[in-house]
């Protein structure tokens, strides 16, 4: 009986918070530019399947561009900043030297800023470097980031020391201890770090938007926000079928990675 | 190098343009414009045109700005009248009068002249008009006529409006709609000869006025009390536009809403008509508003000859003509705005025209800030049954604070 409720209780709590993702969807499918339907007309009488087709193919606006767009910056800074903020999360946390400890203090310090704090220094840095308007722009600002240091230095804090010191022994270097011995025992954090990364940079709105000019250089979230016009005429259909493209390669990346979210929100709080 | 402002490409001069985006697919809208662009590139050979779409209005704002602090602002500017201040008032734009007065120049007295007061500042003047909209109460014929009520009228009062509003409100049907948009109710408090705020820029002796109190609690007693409208959460649960579903009688807004009504499936484009904004006392001239979109020149540009050629273009009879089968707005030129004037309802928004004043935010800088204010305010008055002068007065105390800051 306990469980009989306890599973109507889920399938009440996945209906409500999918309903969003049914609506959006089945709005998607009205004819273009029609208006938010009322609930009772909800399901289209003949779904257009062609406003995929028109924001796919648009004209002018060149979807699979931001697509591209957004795979190269997602996958660059991905990789890009596993590889960086990790070798920094194993210096903090398996190497003796002096200052470590206020190293570690100072990247815990940048994560107290809210991120528009440090845009605009970064957007004139940019400007100074002539890499506005360039996929440059929006890979090099995310290729560090602190969060990224903390969780993988944590995570790293409870593998035993034991390892560092039978391969020191073994006159392993610095490196191979990272690359072969710290890196294979972390990958639920690097999973991890991975799929924050990704959710972060994919969805990320205000940086592409203020980094970039051309419309080839516009990521999948800042280009097909042009359906969305803030001047009252706003394209309902056609804006909810960029919604669902937009949202689609992250639902597939977090069905793959879903588990590592709440490791890594536990992951935060080890020692 | 790119990002440090255009220069020439393959001999041509790349004129960047911003503007808040479009609609983006590929209705007729979209191709008029692109033929527009593609006109001027064939008039000019030798400058290439780099049109820079920055959509959501506060993040067009922002870009531009960061834009102007690094040197890198576009070309052209497209200049909404919401936050013109911001612009005008920072010394970021060119002053285009010694161009318009010159020997390529323009003929302001062919606009509306309060499309012109947006960017006017003394003799200078920082924008050229191109499109604009008076708010207006919008109102479905048929509904009307289903009912036996008869249509609104140039110089109704609130109390004509409530009788007929509650007359419209059966069943599912309600006989207005209210958002809980600034940019809109502010007219029911413009309609009582109230405001938020005054001459300086200060709220707290208009937002507490009596007039700006009454004007308030008129609109809160139309959702709560006599339940004419739909109230916000019932709006937010079902997420549909009432007017355009057929669901609400009349509604408050600009000549965009035409754009969307074309292409709702259960209102017909001949049921809708346009009145003015109520007034609350008989004899009363009502008064609107008017959102103005224009065409500026970024300061830093490099291009100004090139910009300039461009907004003379944008702005010909010619173009104009082509741009204003789109729909969007009114032009802001008198002879295409009559022109395009064929039926009743485009005659009823130029009646209107010279009643409008231009929006807060076209002389008074951080006037975002008073509209999210403001939304707040009329939220807890609507959701939470705040008292109205009591919401006025938080509300006025929150703006002066924030705007003294400037």
């Known amino acids: 009986m306990k469980r009989i409720f306890s599973w109507l209780a889920m399938l009440a709590l996945a209906i409500f918070l999918i309903a969003p993702f049914v609506w959006m969807v089945l709005v998607s499918l009205h004819p273009a530019k029609s208006p938010i339907p009322d609930y009772k007309d909800l399901i289209p009488k003949q779904p257009q399947w062609g406003n995929y087709k028109l924001v796919l193919f648009s004209p002018e606006v060149p979807v699979g561009r931001f697509f591209l767009n957004s795979i190269i910056v997602a996958v660059a800074v991905v990789i890009g900043q596993l590889f960086i903020t990790s070798l920094a999360a194993y210096a903090m946390a398996r190497i003796k030297f002096k200052g470590a400890q206020f190293l570690f203090w100072l990247f815990l310090a940048s994560m107290m800023f809210a991120g528009v704090v440090t845009q605009i220094p970064v957007y004139l840095f940019m400007r100074s470097a002539g890499l506005l308007d360039s996929l440059s722009a929006l890979i090099i600002p995310g290729l560090s980031s602190a969060y990224s240091v903390f969780l993988i230095r944590q995570f790293l804090l409870g593998l035993p020391f034991e390892l560092d010191e039978a391969a020191y022994i073994d006159g392993a270097s610095y490196w191979v201890v990272y690359s072969r011995i710290m890196m294979p025992l972390s990958k639920p954090a690097l999973a991890t770090v991975a799929s924050f990364t990704f959710f972060s940079v994919w969805t990320d709105f205000f940086w592409p938007l203020l980094a970039t000019n051309s419309m080839r250089l516009r990521t999948l979230e800042v280009g097909l926000s042009i359906f969305k016009n803030s001047y009252g005429t706003t394209n309902w259909p056609l804006q909810m079928a960029a919604a669902v493209i937009t949202l689609l390669p992250m639902v597939i990346v977090f069905l793959f990675s879903q588990r590592y979210f709440t490791k890594g929100i536990q992951m935060s709080g080890m020692k | 190098m790119a990002g440090c402002g255009p220069g020439p490409s393959g001999g041509k001069i790349v004129l960047r343009i911003a503007d808040w985006g479009g609609a983006g697919d590929d209705s007729v809208s979209a191709q008029i414009e692109r033929d527009v662009y593609a006109g001027f590139e064939k008039l000019y050979p030798n400058i290439e045109i780099q049109r820079e779409g920055i959509p959501g209005s506060q993040d067009y704002v922002k870009k531009i700005l960061l834009g102007f602090i690094s040197h890198s602002e576009p070309d052209v500017i497209r200049l909404d009248a919401s936050s013109a201040a911001v612009f005008v008032d920072n010394d970021i734009l060119l002053d285009l009068a010694p161009l318009t007065n010159g020997k390529q120049g323009i003929n302001l007295s062919d606009f509306f002249p309060n499309t012109l007061e947006v960017a006017q500042r003394g003799k200078s003047i920082y924008a050229i008009?191109?499109?604009?909209?008076?708010?207006?109460?919008?109102?479905?014929?048929?509904?009307?006529?289903?009912?036996?009520?008869?249509?609104?009228?140039?110089?109704?009062?609130?109390?004509?409006?409530?009788?007929?509003?509650?007359?419209?409100?059966?069943?599912?049907?309600?006989?207005?709609?209210?958002?809980?948009?600034?940019?809109?109710?502010?007219?029911?408090?413009?309609?009582?000869?109230?405001?938020?705020?005054?001459?300086?820029?200060?709220?707290?002796?208009?937002?507490?006025?009596?007039?700006?109190?009454?004007?308030?609690?008129?609109?809160?007693?139309?959702?709560?009390?006599?339940?004419?409208?739909?109230?916000?959460?019932?709006?937010?649960?079902?997420?549909?536009?009432?007017?355009?579903?057929?669901?609400?009688?009349?509604?408050?807004?600009?000549?965009?809403?035409?754009?969307?009504?074309?292409?709702?499936?259960?209102?017909?484009?001949?049921?809708?008509?346009?009145?003015?904004?109520?007034?609350?006392?008989?004899?009363?001239?009502?008064?609107?508003?008017?959102?103005?979109?224009?065409?500026?020149?970024?300061?830093?540009?490099?291009?100004?000859?090139?910009?300039?050629?461009?907004?003379?273009?944008?702005?010909?009879?010619?173009?104009?003509?082509?741009?204003?089968?789109?729909?969007?707005?009114?032009?802001?030129?008198?002879?295409?705005?009559?022109?395009?004037?064929?039926?009743?309802?485009?005659?009823?928004?130029?009646?209107?025209?010279?009643?409008?004043k231009n929006p807060w935010g076209a002389k008074v800088q951080g006037y975002d800030f008073v509209e999210d204010e403001g939304t707040k305010m009329m939220d807890s008055v609507l959701k939470s049954g705040k008292d109205p002068r009591a919401a006025l007065k938080d509300f006025a105390s929150n703006v002066d604070r924030e705007l003294g800051k400037q």
């Open chain 2, 129 to 356: 008009p191109v499109d604009f909209t008076p708010m207006v109460m919008y109102y479905n014929r048929r509904l009307f006529d289903e009912a036996h009520v008869p249509y609104p009228t140039e110089n109704w009062t609130w109390a004509e409006f409530l009788d007929r509003a509650q007359k419209l409100t059966k069943g599912d049907r309600f006989g207005y709609t209210f958002t809980n948009w600034m940019a809109g109710w502010i007219l029911w408090i413009w309609n009582n000869s109230g405001d938020v705020l005054d001459q300086h820029g200060k709220a707290s002796s208009t937002a507490t006025s009596q007039s700006t109190v009454d004007a308030v609690t008129f609109i809160r007693d139309l959702v709560n009390k006599y339940k004419v409208a739909p109230s916000l959460s019932q709006q937010a649960a079902e997420g549909a536009l009432p007017f355009a579903n057929g669901d609400a009688a009349m509604e408050m807004s600009g000549h965009w809403n035409l754009t969307t009504l074309t292409s709702a499936p259960k209102i017909h484009l001949d049921d809708v008509g346009v009145a003015p904004i109520p007034v609350s006392q008989p004899g009363q001239k009502p008064v609107t508003v008017l959102y103005e979109s224009g065409w500026a020149i970024g300061k830093h540009s490099q291009h100004t000859d090139a910009a300039w050629k461009f907004i003379r273009y944008f702005t010909s009879a010619a173009v104009q003509r082509q741009l204003q089968k789109t729909g969007i707005g009114v032009c802001a030129r008198k002879d295409i705005a009559n022109e395009r004037a064929v039926n009743d309802r485009e005659r009823e928004f130029l009646k209107i025209v010279p009643s409008g």
